[in-house]
T-cell receptor, first 116, second 115 residues
Framework: GAVVSQHPSWVICKSGTSVKIECRSL??????MFWYRQFPKQSLMLMAT?????????EQGVEKDKFLINHASLTLSTLTVTSAHPEDSSFYIC????????????FGPGTRLTVL | AQSVTQLDSHVSVSEGTPVLLRCNYS??????LFWYVQHPNKGLQLLLK??????LVKGINGFEAEFKKSETSFHLTKPSAHMSDAAEYFC?????????????FGTGTQLKVEL
């Protein structure tokens, strides 16, 4: 139980285009989802927290107009990187917290974004 | 406020020898502590967690960690390393009972296992 998936697992796009990444909780309802960014050989940095049906809460320094987060259902959250640039290239990881297991986050496998 | 310091960015051991990955934390409240493992281009897998029960916590794949409040440490150990243990390990802290909330990650320790 408590499986989180991400799609796509990797994506390459041209500079200036937008990319959408999906995060799904497969066998539980995720009341809260988290989006992290990880640069090569570095730790995970929390970008934003989203609660189902509410606007996401962004961490300091994260542009909300650049990284659009939608959490429209209890099993799906999306991160859209708008007008992507090469500096947005990174590994994006989501995690989800359910109603029954409030003390743990379950992580997705990550999405590798490369912007040319 | 909370923070985590992983004292070694790289650790190299021989297969079959013990593993020690060090983690110190700082927290203004009682902490929950976690160790996660990440294999290349993969997401994070929870190894073990401390949530104020037993101070010696046993996890998956033979790993364990001991919470030492007096030393503000939560070091990860394994008696005998296996090649498949080679990965990145993250120590994580959050307020007690708040593992589903904001996590603070250490900078990671890359474990290399040699034949």
């Amino acid at each position: 139980g408590a499986v989180v998936s991400q799609h796509p697992s990797w994506v390459i796009c041209k500079s200036g285009t937008s990319v959408k990444i999906e995060c799904r909780s497969l066998d539980f309802q995720a009341t809260t989802m988290f989006w992290y960014r990880q640069f090569p050989k570095q730790s995970l940095m929390l970008m934003a927290t989203s609660n189902e049906g509410s606007k996401a809460t962004y961490e300091q320094g994260v542009e909300k107009d650049k990284f659009l987060i939608n959490h429209a259902s209890l099993t799906l959250s999306t991160l859209t990187v708008t007008s992507a640039h090469p500096e947005d290239s990174s590994f994006y990881i989501c995690s989800a917290r359910g109603q029954r297991l409030l003390n743990e986050q379950f992580f997705g496998p990550g999405t590798r974004l490369t912007v040319l | 406020a909370q923070s985590v310091t992983q004292l070694d960015s790289h650790v190299s051991v021989s297969e079959g020898t013990p593993v020690l990955l060090r983690c110190n934390y700082s927290s203004s409240y009682s902490p929950s502590l976690f160790w996660y493992v990440q294999h290349p281009n993969k997401g994070l897998q929870l190894l073990l967690k401390y949530t104020s029960a037993a101070t010696l916590v046993k996890g998956i794949n033979g790993f364990e960690a001991e919470f030492k409040k007096s030393e503000t440490s939560f070091h990860l150990t394994k008696p005998s390393a296996h090649m498949s243990d080679a990965a990145e390990y993250f120590c994580v802290v959050t307020p007690l009972g708040g593992g589903g909330n904001k996590l603070t990650f250490g900078t990671g320790t890359q474990l290399k296992v040699e034949l």
